[in-house]
């Protein structure tokens, strides 16, 4: 069982910048792949940024946002720079089990076991 605590989130102009935090608790972290994804009002779950054994990104956050993580303090991050209207969201950290080598796999939500509560990213323009 893993457990997900997401802070960090806020309001922020358009243009600057945000660093979302993901703590996670257990001893296996660093077996777990980890996604982040956002939800906007009236829109679906989507893909942001994923990490295991490379960097994955959705093509309207490259470049702007870097995913990373410290193992040794189960911690997942999302530094999120230039920011638009467009990527005001709940924030979702989550972790998956399976690790395999398709860079597809790790965009579904349906790929996750465990989520976190959400943090809100507010981008006034």
């Known amino acids: 069982q893993v457990q997900l605590v997401e802070s960090g989130g806020g309001l922020v102009q358009a243009g600057g910048s945000l660093r979302l935090s993901c703590a996670a608790s257990?001893?296996?972290?660093?077996?777990?792949?980890m996604g982040w994804f956002r939800q906007a009002p009236g829109k679906e779950r989507e893909f942001v940024a994923a990490?295991?054994?490379?960097?994955y990104y959705a093509d309207s956050v490259k470049g702007r946002f870097t995913i990373s993580r410290d193992n040794a303090k189960n911690t997942v991050y999302l530094q999120m720079n230039s920011l638009k209207p467009e990527d005001a969201a709940v924030y979702y950290c989550?972790?998956?089990?399976?690790?395999?080598?398709?860079?597809?796999?790790?965009?579904?939500?349906?790929?996750?076991?465990?989520w976190g509560q959400g943090t809100q990213v507010t981008v006034s323009s």
């Open positions: 989550a972790a998956s089990g399976s690790t395999p080598y398709s860079s597809s796999y790790y965009s579904y939500p349906t790929s996750y076991n465990y």
């Open positions: 990490m295991y054994r490379s960097e």
């Open positions: 257990g001893r296996t972290f660093r077996a777990y792949a």
